[in-house]
């Protein structure tokens, strides 16, 4: 160790820690780096002072943090150069896969470049198509797809028009093909009556679409014409009425009980039903109760000439299975003057025959001022099924205006005056005429002993 005289003496430190080196005229330039004063605690001990310590400390953090630098740099270095060897290497792949599918390994990004392309032309193209409507923009192609299916909706609905318009022109069609049908039918029926009585007018009213005698219209029935009255009830309302009844309840199959009664109009009736009802008439069944063949078949003769309706007539007797087979499936029965000249255990024996074959309809003729006081007496007569015994249920229809007005010099008594004034033809469901009618027995009457005729 060497002591200073106080003065500027520099001492330079060895590595043995034993060599001393002069001052040299205080070169301060040269020995900056190296040269550090000395205290004079540190001449004693010879150990370093604090800010050569603090100096050798700094150095060394920035050796480090140039290391760290370094570092950062290899890594970054390394990590771009693998990143290179990837795109290289996916560029190779592109390069072999050119024989795969015929094309090259730029033709993807090619691809990929067009697309976007045509996007942006589609939406520079959208751009140019919208117009402003005040200061809203409008698409012009939303206008144009949203008066495309307006001119649709209206080319649907203008269709559907025109079928449903077909369809009534071929109802229409139809209607008139019925119509000229029934006319040469009627036309044919009047010529080959008129060949076979060359004496009598054949007559044709062209007017009013009207033919034969019963001046039934073509276009629209108004019942049968030309008959007048017939046992003082007005055949063109009974006619048109009845019509009206089978039009209404759907009738399809019709049993008359019994048909002589009748024979002057129905003919025509069924044959005017038969035309107008839908699907025609199913069935239809003259009856004759204990009636004899050779009535049958002269009654007979008058429904061939008349109609051209296929008709079933049918004799029956007391055997109350024979009428359950006339009477079995069959939708309305209409009977006309019939129960008038039954006692009243027969009368009362045909309601519940008819509730027994499960018949829909009955449709019969009724006298209102009627006390069936009479039939006590006679046994047989005009009836009022209203009144005792047989206190029948409300009808479903009663049909009055029938009978024709009787004026004061005729000669008809007052009795048949009120008869033939109080005719009406009354309309029954027949599981509804009386509730006891299932349960009733013919004990009731004075005619238990009696079976239909």
């Not at 390394?78 to 390069?95: A, G, H, N």
């Not at 200061?135 to 144009?144: A, C, G, I, T, Y």
């Not at 003057?337 to 008819?354: A, E, P, T």
Request: hydrophobic share 30%; glycine share 6%.
């Amino acid at each position: 160790m060497v002591r200073g005289n106080g003065d500027e003496s520099v001492i330079l430190i060895g590595k043995n820690g034993n060599e001393s080196i002069p001052d040299q005229s205080h070169d301060e330039t040269h020995f900056h780096s190296t040269e550090v004063s000395l205290s004079p605690q540190d001449e004693e001990t010879g150990t370093p002072s604090k800010s050569l310590r603090r100096t050798s400390t700094k150095r060394r953090k920035q050796t480090t943090q140039v290391i760290i630098i370094l570092s950062l740099c290899i890594i970054c270095t390394l990590i771009w150069f693998v990143f290179r060897i990837q795109i290289e290497y996916r560029s190779f792949k592109l390069s072999k896969s050119k024989s795969w599918f015929g094309y090259s390994s730029n033709s993807h990004a090619n691809s990929l470049l067009k697309l976007e392309k045509y996007r942006e032309q589609q939406q520079q193209q959208s751009e140019s198509q919208s117009v402003f409507i005040g200061d809203q923009p409008v698409d012009v192609e939303q206008m144009l797809n949203t008066k495309a299916r307006e001119i649709e909706r209206r080319n649907v609905l203008e269709k559907l028009a025109l079928e449903e318009e077909r369809r009534k022109v071929q109802e229409q069609k139809e209607l008139l093909l019925k119509e000229k049908t029934y006319f040469q039918h009627h036309m044919q029926k009047q010529l080959t009556k008129h060949r076979g009585n060359p004496h009598q007018s054949l007559t044709i009213h062209e007017n009013r679409g009207e033919i034969d005698e019963d001046s039934v219209s073509a276009a629209k029935f108004q019942g049968i014409q030309g008959l007048g009255y017939i046992d003082g009830v007005q055949i063109e309302r009974l006619s048109f009425m009845l019509y009206r009844i089978v039009q209404n309840y759907s009738i399809r199959s019709v049993a008359i009980v019994p048909c002589d009664t009748v024979v002057q109009w129905m003919p025509s009736l069924l044959n005017r039903l038969d035309f107008d009802v839908e699907g025609g008439m199913k069935s239809v069944r003259c009856v004759y109760p204990n009636g004899k063949n050779e009535e049958m078949n002269r009654i007979k003769m008058k429904f061939d000439e008349e109609s051209a309706l296929e008709i079933g007539h049918v004799v029956v007797t007391e055997n109350e299975q024979e009428w359950n087979h006339v009477l079995s499936g069959i939708d309305l029965v209409f009977s006309w003057n019939w129960i008038q000249k039954l006692m009243d255990g027969k009368v009362w024996s045909f309601l519940k025959m008819l509730n027994d074959c499960q018949v829909k309809y009955f449709v019969v003729n009724n006298n209102k001022s009627i006390k069936n006081t009479r039939r006590k007496t006679h046994g047989i007569g005009e009836i009022n099924l209203r009144a005792p015994p047989y206190r029948l249920a409300e009808p479903l229809k009663v049909i009055g205006n029938l009978s024709k007005v009787l004026e004061e010099n005729e000669e008809d008594s007052i009795q048949e005056k009120i008869k033939k004034g109080s005719v009406q033809m009354l309309v029954y469901k027949v599981c509804e005429m009386r509730k006891e009618l299932k349960s009733q027995t013919e004990t009731e009457f004075d005619d238990e002993s009696e079976s239909i005729e």
